[in-house]
């Protein structure tokens, strides 16, 4: 007989509360108490784990779910569930919790069986571009075929998602282009809104939601609403602090205005935020700052803006960061900003391009564009339940939403760090779930892709409908997703001719021509199993599971899932020559049948498991295999049924460029 008694001067700290372990017990055992208010961390583990509520008033937090626990409430979590429990009572929760490893159940959860949830709404955002300049490769390759990729993949497995992102029309960059061109604002950002949303559609990228932000005839009330919240919670003042100040005309100097060393690594960079390091600065801080315009050095000036202690949110920020999927990359810069003493941010800037606050204080000022941001991603929302028929609200964000982020590491202390400290203030009760997916710069030619010296290759100059996926292909294949990677005109041209056309598109239209001399041109029945095609059964398998691995949300990674692609075709191309070596001989006819079987279904896997990154491809492989489209993504790995016409011989997947000059070179421009 074993006996444990509760003793609550033998707890500890332990994820945000107090616990104490239980020996002796047939699985591993902890005693937990949560005081009034409190709540354990949100935590996740590869353990079982059953808590049992002994005594007070308490909730389980578990995705969008608050779930009543008081005592004799038992609850079995499944392995890497998130969850939190909660005390709302005016005692002490107290509660045992019991957990263990059960490999099978391991084995389940991370394959994902049963991840999707069919009915939670999925916004998947890629940073809305700047209109001073239309998309070039860089831009492509990163947020927007990252987010396309994602939300056809998780169509196929049955999510409502969406694909939201517009033009960021009143980012300084617009307004000085217009200076330097001597238009208007509103004429750059509307032209080359234009443009972004014809590219886009060239590289079959078509958003859910384009929002033009300077036209749309709500953004306006919405934004100064949203801005009024922040206002409202006390945390963002009006505050007089130093500033630049251009020494020829006064005027205000930030972003584009100003250039400099970033305080922090001493890199060259502009104001308010650095491209290398990802830290922000004051403007102020910048090492040997120049004023763009006129070339000269800045003077010291003071200007009164709403200003933000972003230091206070650390706890909050840190917090946000357990609930989604945060790369080391982001924590890394979170822990940085992080150490400083103060962090203040200015939310609000003198000018006369952007939206202007309601409150008296922000006359001749106008919402920063990146606080802007936080509030257009929930406008974007608002927008898509309007043609959706959906109860969505901007200005009532719900916990059941999941909002995925792809953006450029430039970005990322506006999304990971500005972005959930502006929610906590504007919509306090609501605990955002945001995944974040970073990309690296991709690099043309070795130099960093840069539209405002023109060092890039535009996406107008590249894609066309014969071009498109292997443009996508390409870009997914070298995609900068942890470290930094380049464009070559060369390699884009090996690829698209050795590897695409004299690799992929031979094989198909080879194994095309073998069904047509030897089975009339349809599939046939498999015949007689050998050891070699089991063997090459398993590799299929383990191809759509290294694939599927590739596209689910806590792995994504279009270079690892290009990379399976290719491998199941590599896989494909030596079986092709083993089962050759059999077509002489007329007492292995059953055998080659079994070959050809096998070869079609990688061709029909092969079509499925592209289609998220090389629609059109995926979609013509279909075609030619007498499919009727691609809808779902193969949870297993099933024939082409015997007596499919087979049109592989005839297709056309991959076009050559017409002549070595049919890809651009970038310019030579000096950085």
Not at 528 to 556: C, I, K, M, Q, V
Request: with cysteine.
């Amino acid at each position: 007989m074993i006996i444990r008694r509760y003793r609550a001067e033998a707890l500890g700290d332990s994820f945000g509360i107090q616990m104490g372990g239980i020996d002796g017990l047939g699985t591993a055992a902890a005693w937990g108490r949560v005081p009034p208010g409190g709540k354990t961390e949100v935590h996740r583990h590869d353990e079982s784990e059953q808590i049992t509520i002994i005594s007070g008033d308490g909730e389980f937090l578990v995705d969008d779910r608050r779930i009543p626990a008081g005592p004799g409430t038992v609850a079995v979590f499944a392995p890497f569930e998130p969850h939190v429990l909660g005390n709302v009572g005016d005692g002490e929760l107290v509660f045992l919790t019991q957990y263990w490893r059960d490999a099978a159940e391991v084995n389940d959860a991370v394959r994902g069986e049963g991840r999707v949830d069919q009915a939670r709404p999925i916004f998947v955002f890629s940073t809305p571009p700047t209109p001073n300049g239309d998309l070039h490769l860089g831009h492509l390759s990163g947020p927007y075929l990252g987010a396309d990729a994602y939300v056809r993949y998780q169509r196929m497995n049955g999510a409502r998602a969406w694909h939201l992102t517009g033009s960021d029309d009143f980012q300084s960059y617009v307004r000085d282009l217009a200076r330097r061109e001597q238009r208007a604002p509103d004429e750059i950002a509307a032209h080359f809104s234009a443009e972004i949303a014809a590219t886009l559609a060239l590289m079959d990228i078509e958003p859910d939601q384009y929002t033009i932000t300077g036209t749309d005839p709500d953004y306006r009330r919405g934004l100064r609403e949203f801005f009024s919240k922040l206002v409202a919670s006390g945390r963002i003042e009006p505050v007089a602090g130093p500033a630049l100040a251009d020494p020829e005309n006064g005027a205000y100097l930030y972003e584009v205005d100003v250039a400099g060393g970033c305080p922090v690594c001493a890199s060259a960079t502009r104001g308010n935020i650095c491209e290398e390091c990802g830290e922000p600065n004051a403007v102020v801080d910048l090492l040997g700052p120049i004023s763009v315009a006129s070339g000269l050095l800045p003077v010291p000036s003071t200007v009164t803006r709403f200003m933000l202690p972003l230091h206070a949110f650390r706890e909050a920020v840190l917090l946000h960061h357990r609930f989604g999927r945060v790369p080391a990359r982001l924590r890394q810069l979170a822990d940085r900003v992080f150490r400083r003493e103060r962090l203040d941010i200015a939310v609000t800037h003198p000018s006369d391009w952007g939206v202007s606050p309601s409150e008296s204080e922000g006359a001749g000022q106008v919402v920063w564009v990146w606080p802007e941001m936080s509030y257009g991603f929930l406008h974007g929302i608002g927008r898509l339940a309007e043609r959706l028929g959906e109860d969505w609200k901007a200005n009532a964000p719900q916990p059941e939403w999941k909002l995925v982020h792809f953006f450029g590491y430039d970005n990322s202390f506006y999304h990971c760090i500005l972005f959930p400290a502006l929610y906590s203030l504007a919509f306090p009760a609501w605990q955002p779930e945001i995944d974040y997916h970073v990309n690296e710069f991709y690099l043309l030619e070795g130099k960093k892709f840069s539209t405002s010296r023109r060092h890039a290759i535009w996406g107008k100059e590249i894609l066309s409908p014969d071009s498109a996926d292997a443009v996508r292909y390409f870009l997914a294949a070298t995609r900068a997703e942890r470290t930094r990677t380049n464009f070559t005109t060369a390699d884009y041209e090996r690829v698209l001719h050795e590897q695409l056309i004299g690799i992929w598109q031979r094989w198909l239209v080879d194994l095309g021509c073998r069904v047509t001399q030897l089975f009339g041109g349809r599939a046939p029945e498999a015949g007689n199993w050998t050891a070699e095609h089991l063997a090459f059964l398993r590799r299929l398998y383990l191809r759509l599971d290294a694939t599927t691995a590739s596209l689910e949300p806590d792995g994504f990674s279009l270079r690892a899932a290009a990379a399976e692609i290719d491998g199941l075709v590599g896989d494909a191309v030596r079986f092709a020559a083993e089962g050759d070596r059999l077509g002489g001989i007329g007492t292995l006819d059953s055998e080659v049948r079994t070959s050809i079987v096998l070869e079609l279904t990688a061709a029909k896997l092969l079509a499925a498991v592209s289609a998220p990154i090389m629609p059109r491809f995926a979609a013509t492989v279909d075609a030619a295999l007498g499919g009727r489209g691609l809808r779902d993504w193969p949870n297993t790995i099933e024939p082409v049924p015997a007596g499919t016409s087979i049109a592989l011989s005839d297709a056309v997947f991959f076009r050559p460029s017409l002549d070595a000059a049919a890809v651009p070179v970038a310019d030579a421009v000096s950085s």
